[in-house]
């Protein structure tokens, strides 16, 4: 008997653009953060099974990253050529096609990046659209971090009110002149600061001021 063809993406839904547009604007999310998002009360094979065909159809690709714990292992999705066509076309969210790209970036950078786009999900579809990721800062401001001394944060997104906020994240990678060096750039713009639990103290201890967000390291 002949295999079955593996299925293809040949339209996409209204569940597919919106995936489309985060990873456009986050450039890469976890599958965990794709499937908390749009599907949290499936199985985990539902989200998946889409998303590969989606990958098929040359609109997102998957690539697996060391995790945070040794011995563990991150799968994370980004745009593929047609994902970033259909971005920054008429049909959806119409993005400079220079602020979206193709690849997921360092790969000692990818947690960190996935790790900033938590703070994405908790913002209503307004501020979601305003948000740009630390490339896409320094690209927009034509400044670089080891050029100009003004460091770009990780992410950055305007507030309901108007307010212009800083994501920045500390893995727990960060070194006190680091730290210190970034609360200087900031200044006194109102800053989320992601981190794993405990790691606070030590942001805070430099002159880290503002929200903490903080997250659990999972073992496997």
Same mark, same amino acid.
């Given at each position: 008997m002949p295999r079955k063809k593996a299925a293809v993406a040949k339209q996409l839904t209204e569940r597919d653009k919106v995936i489309l547009a985060d990873l456009a604007r986050c450039? !890469? $999310?976890? *599958?965990?953060?794709? +499937?908390?998002? /749009?599907? &949290?009360?499936? +199985?985990?094979?539902?989200?998946?099974? @889409? *998303?590969?065909?989606?990958? @098929?159809?040359? /609109? !997102? +690709?998957a690539y697996t990253v060391p995790g945070e714990k040794p011995?563990? #292992? *991150?799968? !994370? /999705? #980004? *745009?593929? @050529?047609?994902? +970033? @066509?259909?971005?920054?076309? &008429?049909?959806? &969210? #119409? $993005?400079? &096609?220079?602020v979206v790209f193709v690849n997921p970036g360092k790969v000692d950078e990818v947690i960190h990046q996935v790790r900033t786009n938590a703070i994405y999900f908790r913002l209503s579809e307004a501020e979601r659209a305003t948000w740009r990721v630390g490339d896409v800062i320094e690209l927009e401001g034509g400044s670089y971090r080891g050029s100009t001394g003004v460091e770009a944060p990780d992410a950055a997104y305007i507030a309901a009110d108007g307010t212009e906020v800083f994501v920045e994240t500390d893995t727990g990678n960060y070194t006190p002149t680091q730290i210190a060096s970034k609360v200087r750039s900031f200044g006194n713009k109102k800053t989320i600061w992601v981190c794993p639990a405990g790691r606070q103290k030590t942001l805070r201890r430099y002159g880290a001021k503002g929200e903490f967000c903080i997250y659990q390291v999972k073992a496997s």
């Amino acid at each position: 008997m002949p295999r079955k063809k593996a299925a293809v993406a040949k339209q996409l839904t209204e569940r597919d653009k919106v995936i489309l547009a985060d990873l456009a604007r986050c450039r !890469v $999310l976890s *599958l965990e953060q794709i +499937k908390q998002a /749009y599907w &949290p009360q499936a +199985k985990e094979r539902t989200c998946r099974e @889409r *998303l590969e065909q989606l990958a @098929r159809a040359g /609109y !997102v +690709k998957a690539y697996t990253v060391p995790g945070e714990k040794p011995d563990t #292992f *991150l799968e !994370v /999705y #980004f *745009l593929e @050529r047609m994902g +970033k @066509r259909w971005a920054t076309g &008429p049909e959806g &969210p #119409f $993005l400079d &096609p220079a602020v979206v790209f193709v690849n997921p970036g360092k790969v000692d950078e990818v947690i960190h990046q996935v790790r900033t786009n938590a703070i994405y999900f908790r913002l209503s579809e307004a501020e979601r659209a305003t948000w740009r990721v630390g490339d896409v800062i320094e690209l927009e401001g034509g400044s670089y971090r080891g050029s100009t001394g003004v460091e770009a944060p990780d992410a950055a997104y305007i507030a309901a009110d108007g307010t212009e906020v800083f994501v920045e994240t500390d893995t727990g990678n960060y070194t006190p002149t680091q730290i210190a060096s970034k609360v200087r750039s900031f200044g006194n713009k109102k800053t989320i600061w992601v981190c794993p639990a405990g790691r606070q103290k030590t942001l805070r201890r430099y002159g880290a001021k503002g929200e903490f967000c903080i997250y659990q390291v999972k073992a496997s």
